[in-house]
């Protein structure tokens, strides 16, 4: 077993790099790629204060930021963090790994996971992962996930890390424009609520 992130152990070399890249051309050719801070912006108070967990390059936190929250963003590849610095300066952008998350803030009203996450953590750390963000949420805040449901981390082994967590489920959709659960969807966005 390893501590590493799968996103470290289970990706080719220049991963990184080549992610950075997809979603700056992805930027520059107009993409909409805004659809998950969309979701977030709407289910939470204007100028809230957000935790993007596993925030990538930084585009969800990105957005949240330019829409009046203040974002704390937290990934474990400095590649990543050093991206959304040179790209979306605003929030505060810090590499630590999500399973030993130990920041030096107030609570956040909302944290989010999206990008697929709960799959590229190390291999047993998902309710670790999942503890350590809860415990950086204030008491009625929530945890919004989203990952691919045809990876290797099942979607009962997700609700059972949820529970043991001590986190509460709320809702459960397909994607992030709310179109409804089904069990053969391929995706999954859960909303959860800190008691």
Known sequence: ??????????????????YVER???MAAEGVDLAGEARLIDAAIAPGSRI????????RVGA??????????????????????EEDHPGPRWVVADLATLALDEEPFDLAVMAGNVMVFVAPDSEQSVLSSVRAAVRPGGRVVVGFATDR?????????????????HEQRF????????????????????VP
């Open 1 to 18: 077993m390893t501590d590493r992130p799968r996103w470290f152990t289970d990706t080719k070399d220049g991963h990184s790099a080549w």
């Open 174 to 193: 397909a994607t992030w424009d709310l179109v409804p659960w089904t069990e053969d969807a391929d995706f999954a966005v859960t909303f959860l609520r």
């Open 51 to 58: 935790l993007d967990a596993g925030c990538g390059p930084g």
């Open 23 to 25: 979603f700056r051309t």
């Open 63 to 84: 957005e949240l930021h330019a829409r009046g929250h203040t974002v704390v963003g937290v990934d474990a590849d400095p590649v990543l963090i050093a991206a959304a």
């Open 152 to 168: 290797e981390y099942a979607l009962a082994d997700f609700d059972a890390d949820v529970a043991a967590a001590g986190l509460v």
